[in-house]
């Protein structure tokens, strides 16, 4: 009675317990290409870390990881200091993303940053062409148009300001995942 009730305890105790699985070669290879593609985005050299993610997806396409990879290809086209990303890029990005695996790791973190980069592309696009714009009825003076483009300048630089900040935390988030 005694040996089955130690024999039950054991059993009990080893299958709540986690045994940690040893790393594959190919999580070893995502995390220190992640690891070197962000060393190459702190230096500001975003072509190289393109062609680094690229090259990751090519030799694990198939994989968890070489989905996920397009992810990570989106978020760096999408920030601003990447002179040859653009809103347009990363949220193209950002689709075939979330079209390649509706169960990503980074589904729902796509799916915020392409809301925001939508927003901030049409602010761009209407900012940008103001004679598309609706035109006030009555003309102003040289000085009362300086003022309201004053005042539109400050609440278009508050409502950036709030995006790069969004989009900053989500970077932070996303290099320090909890998974």
């Known amino acids: 009675m005694r040996i089955c009730l130690i024999a039950i305890l054991i059993t009990v105790v080893a299958g709540c317990s986690r045994v940690p699985r040893p790393e594959t070669s190919s999580r070893r290879d995502w995390n220190s290409t992640l690891a070197e593609a962000r060393q190459f985005v702190k230096g500001g050299d975003y072509r190289s870390a393109d062609r680094l993610l690229t090259q990751f997806s090519e030799r694990n396409s198939g994989s968890r990881e070489g989905r996920e990879i397009l992810f990570w290809r989106a978020l760096y086209r999408l920030d ?9 890029a990363g949220i193209s990005g950002l689709d075939a993303y979330t079209a390649a695996d509706s169960t990503g790791w980074y589904v729902q973190e796509a799916g ?8 901030a592309e049409v602010q761009r696009l209407t900012t940008a062409s103001p004679a598309s714009g609706p ?3 009555q003309p102003r003076s ?31 988030r996303l290099a320090n995942p909890v998974r």
């Open 80 to 88: 601003p200091n990447n002179k040859s990303g653009s809103l347009a």
């Open 135 to 137: 035109r006030d009825p």
């Open 142 to 172: 040289r000085e009362e148009e300086m003022i309201a483009l004053r005042e539109e300048l400050a609440r278009k630089t508050t409502e950036l300001e709030k995006a790069n900040a969004e989009l900053e935390r989500i970077k932070r």
């Open 112 to 119: 915020v940053l392409k809301r925001t980069a939508v927003v």
